[in-house]
């Protein structure tokens, strides 16, 4: 597609509750990241992939996350037993390559998750 | 370890007046690239500028500018005859060894 795209945009869940957040990245782009945004504050790392591979998930904040992304495009981010801490705009990027420094990332709308 | 310093949480001028973004950064690369990116309210973020750790040169496009010190370990951004569509948050970033790290934002709001 033309830009990064996320599904859904907005996920209102009960605590305790398993949810699926899904990033379809840019065409040809390699590299695909995860970011959370709490209300108010900055953007936290959670993951990154080069191809299906996750070089980097130092970023998760407990063994409830996990991701994973097949035929090196779409991903998909879990969060298991959600708490309301969980709460947050998760947001993905993508990039044509994770190697090379000068490659910017491409964001995409996010997705609101509200666990109530 | 890798870090992107903010230190302006929150920014409010009036409309025309210039004002400029702190960036400040900590990495043990020697090449690197910084970035800025602007989140409007409709919670996009949009790619603004990137610069590498080899050039200094400042640059301008329009009402924007960026000065790059390397001495100082410093990025910083100005806006020139502010406009309320500038209304935005601002993140600075950093790219090293693959990891993209962001700065935690400054709010900036103009005033009409």
């Known amino acids: 597609g033309a830009g990064v795209s996320q599904s859904p945009s907005n996920k209102v869940t009960e605590k305790g509750k398993d949810v699926e957040l899904r990033c379809d990245p840019i065409?040809?782009?390699?590299?695909l990241y995860w970011y959370r945004q709490s209300l108010g504050q900055g953007l936290e790392f959670l993951i990154y992939f080069q191809g299906n591979s996750a070089p980097d998930k130092s970023g998760l904040p407990s063994d409830r996350f996990s991701a994973e992304r097949t035929g090196g495009s779409v991903s998909t981010l879990t969060i298991q037993r959600t708490q309301q801490e969980d709460s947050a705009v998760y947001l993905c990027a993508s990039s044509l390559t994770a190697s090379r420094v000068n490659t910017e990332a491409f964001f995409g709308q996010g997705t609101r998750l509200t666990v109530v | 370890a890798q870090k992107v310093t903010q230190a302006q949480t929150e920014i409010s001028v009036v409309e025309k007046e210039d004002v400029t973004l702190d960036c400040v950064y900590e990495?043990?690369?020697?090449?690197?690239?910084l970035f800025w990116y602007k989140q409007p309210p409709s919670g996009e973020l949009v790619f603004l500028i990137r610069r590498n750790s080899f050039d200094e040169q400042n640059e301008i496009s329009g009402r924007y500018s960026w000065n790059f010190q390397k001495s100082t370990s410093s990025f910083n951004f100005t806006i020139t005859a502010s406009q309320v569509v500038d209304s935005a948050v601002y993140f600075c970033a950093l790219r090293g060894a693959q990891k993209l790290v962001f700065g935690q934002g400054t709010r900036l709001t103009i005033n009409p």
């Open positions: 065409s040809g782009h390699t590299a």
């Open positions: 990495t043990r690369d020697t090449t690197y690239y």
